[in-house]
């Protein structure tokens, strides 16, 4: 069954409604795409699947417990242990190495420093930038810089990856081969892709595209 669904969800800011209806639904190891024009809704929907914002109706299930049951408390410790997360640009921590910057989910889930640097080396090698371990994210490029942020989203094991446009800021050679060592990891490791994007040849890794328009979202296989 689906890892992780959203039902009819509903978000108005002020009179703007963001989502209208949408429906979603994701497999564990299944890249999704999240398509469609600017304003029509996609980043508000990734928000509410990953627990970061609350729609005003409608339900979301993971792993068979309804997000919206949750306390605050119990979403923030899913999100930690569950998700990882690729966003366009600006995310790795300025001050930290970026064999730290991968390691920090496995830190902030209790490991041990050692433990965490060895397993973020792991994933830096699998991601081809285990040469930029000791470099901080301002001495490297913004596709090296995308696959550290990959890596650090795997590193932390989760089940579910949330990524916002995350070859915005990329020429298309590097963007390919981000999405393409993406893909290829999470498909191997079962990890789940919401994957917002607005590029078709971005969409093309995935498995499975839904169209977002005036905040609905027709996901068909939903509706089986
Ligand atoms: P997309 O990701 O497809 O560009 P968004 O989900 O960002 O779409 O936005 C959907 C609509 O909701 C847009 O009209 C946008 O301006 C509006 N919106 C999104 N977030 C906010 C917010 N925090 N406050 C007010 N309006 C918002
Ligand atoms: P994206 O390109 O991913 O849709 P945006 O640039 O539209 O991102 O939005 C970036 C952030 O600003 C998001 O967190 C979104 O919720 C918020 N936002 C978007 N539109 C508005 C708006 N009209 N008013 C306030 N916040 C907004």
Request: net charge neutral.
């Amino acid at each position: 069954g689906s890892l992780l669904a959203a039902h009819d969800l509903r978000k108005t800011y002020g009179s703007t409604p963001a989502l209208d209806g949408a429906s979603f639904s994701v497999h564990p190891g299944e890249v999704v795409a999240v398509m469609g024009p600017s304003g029509s809704g996609k980043s508000t929907l990734l928000h509410c699947l990953a627990g970061i914002i609350t729609p005003d109706s409608g339900t979301i299930t993971y792993a068979g417990r309804e997000l919206s049951a949750m306390s605050d408390a119990e979403r923030s410790a899913l999100r930690r242990s569950d998700f990882g997360f690729v966003f366009q640009f600006g995310q790795l921590v300025p001050e930290l190495t970026c064999v730290e910057n991968v390691a920090l989910p496995l830190r902030l889930n209790g490991v041990k420093r050692r433990a965490a640097e060895r397993t973020a080396r792991e994933w830096m090698e699998r991601l081809e930038v285990d040469g930029l371990a000791a470099k901080r994210p301002g001495e490297v490029s913004g596709g090296q810089g995308q696959r550290v942020a990959v890596a650090r989203a795997l590193a932390g094991s989760p089940k579910v990856i949330f990524a916002d446009e995350p070859t915005g800021a990329l020429d298309s050679l590097n963007g390919e081969r981000v999405m393409e060592l993406l893909t290829e990891a999470a498909r191997s490791s079962n990890v789940a892709v919401v994957l917002v994007t607005h590029e078709a040849r971005v969409a093309a890794y995935s498995d499975r595209d839904v169209t977002v328009r005036d905040g609905r979202a027709r996901d068909l296989e939903h509706a089986v």
